[in-house]
């Protein structure tokens, strides 16, 4: 029977059956495509959370696909570090489904809203199979069912830029996905294996051959691309400003972080750290373009007009602060590093849930437009102005932690110049995120706004009480750290080897 | 295309060979090249020649819409539910050897063992065929061009 | 070096029409030769792929009692899901740019960008 | 002499893949990409991967194009030319984009000779690739699944896993072109 055991393919199997299901059982009422979304996902977060709390008690879980022994077959692989990434792209996952309902009702037709439902839920596959396998070329697998069905999802947006901005994530997606399975075959060619477990073995003595060098080039640039690192970041501006505010916070919250996971995890486990320290000191690179990306994500993110926009041009720049930290490479910046995977999933999520609150109630997306919001939508503007001081790193958020990890690593590594750059960047991260704030309570109202009725009227009451709820836990872990840190920490040491 | 009746008349006659061929390309998917997914593609293709000689609105009525999504959904259920069988049956997911049950210890394990594999796999390429055969024409119906457009 | 050429060349025609297919995706304007470049490129990774599955003197990996030794049929496994990829990726490609043409009237990326932000044309299904 | 044989379909893909890049009739470009892949697969077929040549067959040679001529077929035939009256700053956009192209290609390009440097040679039975996971399924897999036909052992018993995952690349290919292109009915 369906045992404790299976418990790593049941992640994935539910949420993949019940994507099939939905566009046949969606037809039926318009929310039940919503529902089953909504039950995949909660059980998925379940047993993620089974799957953590039974590896820090008893240590890894291996699972077996067909039965067959790896390498011979695929193999799923559950440790602290995926773990903690299985638990948070689940957990925003349901956040966003309970939010979603009203805000899809708006922005699909209702004879669409099973299928809108069922590539929601394929990506959400898509991103937890690359996080749990165990297999290399499984893992492209899955970054193409997360990658195409997040296409169609862009390509909902409201406005025909959607349409554009949805191509060239597919040509650039293309292009990535194609380096990563070009560099797989590359191992595969020297190694004979597509085992993650049994690459690392099999790597180290071949890390002065030309082909695992550059293979490992072609994996760098691969999940940059996916990732968004500077300066490949140029497709998620355009993906984020113009699709649908549900699949804006979907985004920014979890498909990011998985291709930062994936990057961390190819870097540090399947090459070995001594390979990205010693052996081709690739960090450096990384740290460099991490820097840029820190301060050129804040500098331009200051110039946008746009909201979206400008949470997307700062979401540029917090990659660039979880690359930091996996580049310093020791435990304190590594911590940090995976603290910030799950924080800034916590804030931009939030931060998008509330402009997606705002378009469904206003239609407002200029930030000039947004004078006197916080008498409209006192309650979503809370939430704003939660995230915004956890995105500047105000004490008691989560933001704080996060970069306090990542300041002490710096330290600790004798890399003290990278602490100028974090408080510029914060500094710059306040002036930005400062001036909403200010114009939202202290300023009289745009000509927009008081065009529409003047007593307040908040979005529905699932978009709202999931925005403030995700918003108040940037508070509650930003107090409570010790939790993730827990997690966070262990994974670290496995990463950085033992 | 109303008046080519050359088309017509040797799309009628090649597109029932065309489905037998594809039938036979993922029943023998096991011996010789070929499988569920080509297989899949021939029949997509069929309908595709179809539709090329007889127009949008006929093709639809011998597939129609709803029957092409139902296929969609339920060639792709049907191999990710073999993989929860074989989980009920008490081996891992899509370990087919689990449905030999008892046989797989008893005087003819291998053979049951053979079996119960072949018996998965036919499965799972039948599932791989109905869904890219469905894809497919739903792909080309949707991309085509309609009469009204 | 003539070893070397021997030995290799497979590998560098496979680099020579991937890099074909890369340019078109990323210099050329036409979003329908994009796709185009994007097929070309696909192609030549599985062309590598297959490349490396041939083995001197091997025959087909379906058993046979006169063979002597067998190609490798990994890649071939590897490269029929990455085929299922490239047609997929390519019918969502050619729906955008149906969407994308029924929208902007054009499939030339600089004239659609001039376009861009022109709140004018509303996309949506309406005109589909 | 086999070598010699085999280069010259490797040459005519070339020459295809130049002229469908090249050609501004973006229909005849269509059926060159067409006759790419058919020698693409021919070629195949002479490596003796004969599974992936049938799906390419099939696949890239017959769905792929006629899904662009539909497509074709709904939006514009030609590729657009600037017009030799074209203002400067346009025609200097277009070198830009062409020139910078040109450099990402040809460092691309760079790193991977690069990387083929360390390579197995071309058909090297002892290339690793052959010896460690496929020599496994070349012995072993006529007992442990029963089925002769190693592609079709290791595609639906080995890794089982990865061709639901391909049958879920497929599924997704479907929703999302439904939900890009179906037309909306009102009652």
Not at chain 1, 397 to 408: C, M, P, Q
Not at chain 2, 33 to 59: K, N, W
Not at chain 3, 11 to 31: H, Q, R, S, T, V
Request: net charge neutral; hydrophobic share 55%.
């Amino acid at each position: 029977m369906i045992s404790a055991e299976n418990l790593p393919i049941l992640v994935i199997i539910i949420p993949l059956i019940s994507a099939i299901i939905t566009p046949l059982v969606g037809r039926i009422h318009r929310s039940i495509g919503w529902l089953v979304a909504l039950l995949a996902t909660s059980l998925s977060f379940a047993y993620s959370l089974a799957l953590i709390r039974s590896v820090m008690e008893n240590g890894p879980i291996s699972y077996w696909l067909g039965g067959w022994e790896p390498p011979w077959g695929i193999e799923y692989v559950v440790t602290p570090f995926n773990g903690l990434v299985l638990c948070v792209v689940s957990f925003i996952t349901i956040v966003i489904t309970l939010y979603a309902r009203k805000s899809i009702e708006q922005d699909v037709s209702e004879s669409k809203i099973p299928f809108f439902y069922s590539l929601y839920l394929l990506f959400f596959t898509g991103l937890m199979g690359i996080v749990i396998t165990g297999d290399i070329f499984n893992l492209y697998v899955f970054i193409e069912i997360s990658a195409l069905s997040g296409y169609a999802l862009v390509a909902m947006g409201r406005e025909r830029d959607a349409l554009i901005a949805s191509y060239n994530y597919l040509i650039l997606g293309t292009i990535g996905a194609s380096f990563i399975v070009l560099g797989i075959g590359y191992l595969y060619m020297v190694t004979g294996t597509l085992n993650m477990a049994d690459l690392s073995a099999r790597l180290p003595e071949l890390y002065d051959s030309t082909t695992v060098r550059s293979a490992f080039a072609f994996f760098m640039v691969g999940l940059s691309l996916k990732l968004a690192l500077f300066p490949f970041h140029i497709w998620l501006p355009n993906v984020y400003t113009h699709s649908p505010s549900t699949v804006s916070a979907l985004m920014a919250a979890t498909s990011t972080k998985v291709s930062a996971y994936v990057l961390l995890r190819l870097m540090f486990t399947v090459y070995r750290p001594e390979f990205v320290l010693t052996v081709v000191p690739v960090t450096k690179i990384l740290l460099v373009l991490a820097a840029l990306a820190i301060i050129i994500g804040s500098v331009i993110a200051l110039a946008q007009t746009n909201i979206k926009r400008m949470l997307a041009y700062s979401s540029v720049g917090q990659i660039g602060y979880i690359i930091l930290g996996a580049s310093i490479a020791n435990q304190a910046s590594m911590t940090g590093s995976l603290m910030h995977i799950f924080n800034h999933a916590l804030m931009k999520g939030s931060l998008f849930m509330v402009v997606g609150a705002m378009v469904y109630r206003t239609g407002i997306v200029n930030i000039e437009d947004m004078r006197g919001m916080g008498k409209k939508m006192p309650f979503a503007m809370a939430a704003f102005t939660i995230g915004a001081l956890s995105m500047i790193g105000f004490p008691f958020t989560v933001g704080f932690v996060s970069k306090w990890y990542l300041a002490v690593g710096a330290l600790k590594a004798d890399m003290w110049y990278f602490i100028p750059i974090i408080l510029l960047s914060s500094l710059l991260t306040a002036v930005y995120f400062w001036r909403i704030v200010e114009a939202i309570y202290f300023r009289e109202k745009s000509e927009k706004l008081a065009g529409l009725p003047s007593e307040p009227a908040e979005a529905p009451f699932g978009m709202t009480a999931t925005t403030l709820f995700l918003s108040l836990l940037c508070i509650v872990f930003g107090i409570a750290a010790f939790i993730p840190t827990k997690v966070a920490a262990a994974a670290a040491k496995l990463l950085l080897g033992g | 295309m109303k008046e080519h009746i050359v088309i017509r008349t040797v799309s009628r006659l090649l597109i029932p060979f065309i489905q037998l061929f594809a039938l036979y390309v993922i029943a023998h998917g096991d011996i010789s090249p070929g499988g569920g997914f080509q297989g899949g593609v021939i029949i997509g293709a069929s309908v595709i020649l179809y539709v090329i000689s007889f127009g949008m609105e006929d093709g639809r009525r011998r597939v129609s819409e709803s029957i092409s999504d139902f296929m969609n959904s339920a060639g792709v259920f049907l191999f990710a539910g073999i993989g929860v069988l074989c989980i009920l049956a008490g081996g891992a997911y899509l370990e087919y050897t689990a449905f030999a049950g008892k046989a797989a210890h008893g005087e003819h394990a291998e053979h049951a063992l053979h079996l119960a594999s072949h018996l998965g796999i036919y499965g799972i390429e039948i599932g791989v065929g109905i869904t890219v055969a469905a894809v497919m024409m739903t792909i080309f119906f949707e991309t085509a061009r309609h009469e009204d457009d | 070096m003539i070893e070397l050429i021997i030995g290799k060349y497979n590998y560098w025609i496979y680099i020579a029409l991937m890099m074909i297919g890369f340019y078109a995706m990323i210099a050329k304007e036409n979003l329908i030769k994009k796709i185009i470049g994007m097929n070309i490129f696909q192609t030549a990774v599985i062309l590598f792929y297959i490349s490396m599955s041939k083995v001197r003197g091997g025959t087909a990996p379906i058993e046979w009692e006169h063979a002597v030794r067998y190609e490798n049929p990994l890649p071939h496994v590897l490269m029929l899901t990455a085929i299922v990829v490239s047609v997929s990726t390519t019918a969502v490609a050619l729906a955008l740019v149906i969407r994308i043409y029924k929208a902007f009237g054009s499939i030339e990326e600089d004239k659609i960008l001039e376009m861009k932000g022109d709140r004018t044309g509303k996309t949506p299904e309406s005109v589909l | 002499m086999m070598e010699v044989i085999y280069i010259l379909p490797l040459l005519f893909l070339v020459a295809c893949a130049l002229t469908a890049v090249l050609m501004k009739d973006l229909l005849g470009a269509t059926i060159i990409l067409g006759a790419y892949s058919l020698i693409m697969a021919v070629v195949w077929t002479m490596l003796n991967a004969v599974d992936v040549a049938f799906t390419e067959a099939s696949v890239g040679a017959g769905i792929t194009t006629v899904l662009m001529v539909a497509a074709l077929s709904r939006t514009v035939r030609g590729e657009y030319e600037p017009p030799h009256e074209a203002r400067g700053w346009k025609r200097k956009r277009f070198s830009i984009t062409k020139v910078s192209g040109f450099f990402v290609v040809v460092l691309t390009a760079a790193a991977m000779i690069y990387g083929t440097m360390d390579m197995p040679d071309f058909g090297d039975p002892n290339a690793p690739a052959n010896l460690h996971v496929a020599r496994r399924y070349i012995e072993e897999s006529r007992h442990e699944t029963g089925v002769p036909n190693f592609v079709t052992a290791v595609l639906a018993s080995y890794r089982g896993y990865d061709t639901l995952g391909e049958t879920t690349v497929i599924f997704t290919a479907g929703m999302s072109v439904i939900l890009l292109l179906r037309r909306i009915r009102r009652e």
